[in-house]
């Protein structure tokens, strides 16, 4: 019998590598797409051909409609990706930052509880959550977040562990620490940095403004991180895990590693501008996936330097297509 599963946040970097997994795989997919004045197709467009790929339109702080659409599918698995993801952002719109990131989960989680689903649900937690606690960080380290998004985070990853406790529901959150790809949305530091390599070596641009060049992060590839929220769909009892490679690298490293990979000096052109910095900082993510390694069997196999490199060719090959254009 074909699995059913729903995405909410297809149309993101998460979400359109997570239904290529699914679809290889056999499962119907169905995935919740906000309505937008322009399209958000972009990362999905080469899917939408696939008959076993169908996509609904759907808002996360509309709990009526998640109800309906829940009970209509009745999917096997439920992945929660959807959320406001811009850290920055979160401090210019809290609120909303919370009601989507924060009470969007609570009302995925309560329709399912009202319709009586017996469906697997795997809630996208971020290290964010872990914000000032020093790493490295695992399961067991406390949670100190320095943003509205690390909050709304923290509460989503509570809520999901209640009803997991309260109801009897099988949830897991999966802690996922920075995870990259040529498909990250340019508004985030790695993407804006190969894109901004890719412009520069074509002579489009001539200099790239960042904020903290100090930060660390456990950078690693999304498509990777996508087996990981399904295996833990596939365990025989719920549970919470620590998503990461354990490496740690700072912006600066980041950059110059992609300037590196096309013959450039990434001083030329980096430039610090602190429009870019956050009112809270977090100094260092670093994260311990020793028991997503144990329990799952996952363990991750690209690291930044590697990672850098593919997002550059990628942006450089997409440059490339507009000329010919």
């Avoid at 340019?186 to 412009?199: D, G, L, P, S, Y």
């Amino acid at each position: 019998m074909t699995k059913k599963a729903l995405i909410t946040g297809i149309t993101g970097q998460d979400g359109s590598y997570l239904a290529e997994l699914l679809l290889d795989k056999g499962y119907e997919v169905h995935g919740l797409v906000r309505r937008a004045s322009t399209s958000t197709l972009e990362r999905v467009a080469h899917l939408t051909g696939n008959p076993g790929l169908r996509l609904h339109h759907g808002d996360l702080t509309e709990g009526s409609r998640l109800t309906a659409l829940l009970h209509r599918i009745q999917p096997d698995e439920v992945y929660h990706l959807a959320a406001q993801t811009d850290v920055r952002a979160s401090f210019d719109q809290p609120e909303f930052t919370g009601d989507v990131t924060g009470m969007g989960t609570t009302r995925i989680l309560e329709a399912i509880r009202l319709i009586g689903l017996d469906s697997r649900v795997y809630q996208a937690s971020s290290s964010e959550m872990f914000g000032a606690s020093p790493p490295p960080q695992s399961e067991r380290t406390p949670f100190w977040p320095r943003s509205p998004y690390g909050a709304a985070k923290t509460y989503a990853y509570w809520v999901a562990r209640n009803y997991r406790e309260a109801h009897g529901l099988f949830v897991a959150n999966g802690i996922m620490f920075n995870h990259e790809s040529p498909r990250r949305g340019k508004e985030f530091v790695t993407r804006k940095i190969t894109h901004a390599v890719a412009q520069i070596k074509a002579g489009h641009d001539r200099k790239l403004y960042l904020g903290n060049l100090d930060a660390v992060r456990d950078w690693g590839y999304a498509k990777e991180y996508v087996e990981a929220m399904w295996l833990m769909l596939q365990a025989e009892e719920p549970s919470d895990y620590v998503v990461a490679t354990g490496t740690a690298y700072t912006v600066r490293e980041f950059a110059e590693q992609a300037f590196g990979h096309v013959g450039l000096e990434w001083q030329r052109y980096v430039r610090f501008d602190d429009r870019h910095l956050r009112p809270t900082e977090v100094d260092s993510l670093i994260g311990d996936a020793s028991k997503a390694a144990v329990e799952l069997g996952w363990k991750p196999k690209t690291r930044m330097p590697e990672l850098a490199s593919l997002m550059v060719d990628e942006d450089l090959r997409a440059v490339i297509a507009q000329r010919a254009e």
